[in-house]
């Protein structure tokens, strides 16, 4: 689904605009060819599926009128899974971001063009990362950060893998859990605007 330079750059600009006017922060993305992973934290959950629902319209629009074919472009509905900030917000976006790395497509993370992972090790802002607020805890200045979270890019851990992999259960603390309830086929917070807010969003 995405072929050139020029679909994964509409995409981006696709979640660029979607993420302000829905005034949401994406600390972590990938756009892979035939999928893409977002990590977001959205102030009004009541309008993931909104959200989600007009990237996908949109990037379909495009591609129709780009290759000049019909019918259906996306497999299923997007996955949303919640992600509990403080204990695994980076794990979740080292997950996204070894994505190529997984796929055999680059040796590095930072080396894949279309991902946050440039944002972070190479300190060029994409117009669409916005720092996780976690980042921090890698070092005192910039530029020890970069480099020890190009370090912690490099290592593969199997088990934070199995959290988000295929999966769209909490991940967190039993606590964080019960601040959660199941509805219409997605895990929402108990009360509009309050609790968890962040998660990771699949095609």
């Known amino acids: 689904m995405f072929h050139y330079s020029e ?23 990938v756009i892979m060819p035939n999928h ?3 990590l977001i934290e959205i102030k009004a959950p ?4 909104k959200i989600m629902a ?7 629009h495009y591609y129709q009128r780009n290759y000049k074919l019909g019918g259906h472009i996306w497999q299923g509905r997007f996955k949303s899974q919640p992600i509990e900030k403080e204990s695994y917000l980076l794990a979740c976006g080292r997950y996204i971001e070894r994505n190529p790395v997984k796929a055999k497509m680059v040796n590095k993370a930072e080396e894949y063009k279309y991902s946050s992972a440039k944002c972070y090790i190479y300190g060029t ?3 669409l990362t916005k720092e996780d607020p976690c980042f921090n805890s890698f070092g ?3 530029a020890d950060r970069r480099k020890r979270y ?7 851990n199997e088990h934070e893998e199995s959290l988000f992999k295929d999966s769209e259960s909490p991940v967190g603390s039993a606590q964080f859990k019960a601040k959660l309830i199941y509805k219409d086929g997605r895990h929402i917070p108990r009360r509009k605007g309050r609790g968890p807010k962040v998660p990771i969003l699949n095609t």
């Open 46 to 49: 009541e309008n993931l599926s």
């Open 125 to 127: 802002p994409d117009g």
């Open 54 to 60: 007009g990237i996908a319209r949109s990037y379909v």
């Open 140 to 142: 005192k200045d910039a």
């Open 36 to 38: 893409y992973h977002i």
């Open 150 to 156: 190009s370090e912690y890019l490099a290592i593969s």
């Open 7 to 29: 679909d994964y750059e509409y995409f981006i600009k696709l979640l660029s605009d979607y993420s302000v006017r829905f005034d949401t922060l994406i600390y972590h993305w």
